[in-house]
């Protein structure tokens, strides 16, 4: 077996297993460590597919930024000690519901797909091209996600401030 093929089902394996630990957990601090886990293999896939980029922008923005503003909003409230409360049956049966029909959506498409090989060939770029990039609005530009990313950090701001002060 090749060393990308393990590494991807090492990757996989590790955003599998902490991703369910992650929300299993009654603990809030562990639960962030967790997600930075996650957060970081996936980079780790981003890596193998070549997409240096997106995995650099995972690394800053997810695994550095939220993951360390919701450790900082953790530990700065004292809210380091409390343990979520255990979750109803039914809260758990409706997750496992909406996990279970997620699945049922999406495994068949990705299974349905057949994902062709491309023969192209890598391009050249160079300095201006990825400013241009970064700047675009259209095709292979970066603008509009970047904007939809510090939307993301200012609700995942919001909401580590709620789950901090939650209880006071």
Do not use: C
């Not at 997600?35 to 240096?52: D, H």
């Not at 201006?128 to 700047?135: D, R």
């Amino acid at each position: 077996m090749a060393t990308n093929v393990i590494m991807f089902y090492l990757f996989s394996a590790v955003i599998i297993i902490f991703a369910l630990l992650s929300i299993t957990t009654r603990r809030i601090l562990r639960a962030a460590v967790y997600l930075l886990f996650v957060l970081v293999a996936t980079a780790g896939i981003y890596f193998m597919l070549q997409y240096q980029f997106l995995a650099a922008v995972q690394l800053t923005l997810y695994a550095g930024g939220i993951v360390v503003l919701i450790i900082f909003s953790i530990l700065l409230t004292h809210q380091i000690n409390n343990k979520f409360e255990v979750p109803g049956v039914g809260k758990i049966l409706l997750g496992a519901g909406v996990a279970i029909a997620g699945a049922a959506l999406t495994i068949p498409a990705i299974l349905s797909y057949p994902f062709p090989a491309v023969a192209q060939h890598a391009l050249d770029v160079n300095m201006q091209t990825i400013g241009i990039g970064l700047l675009h609005t259209g095709k292979n530009g970066y603008a509009l996600p970047f904007e939809v990313i510090s939307i993301l950090l200012l609700a995942s701001m919001i909401g580590a401030i709620v789950i901090a002060k939650k209880g006071k």
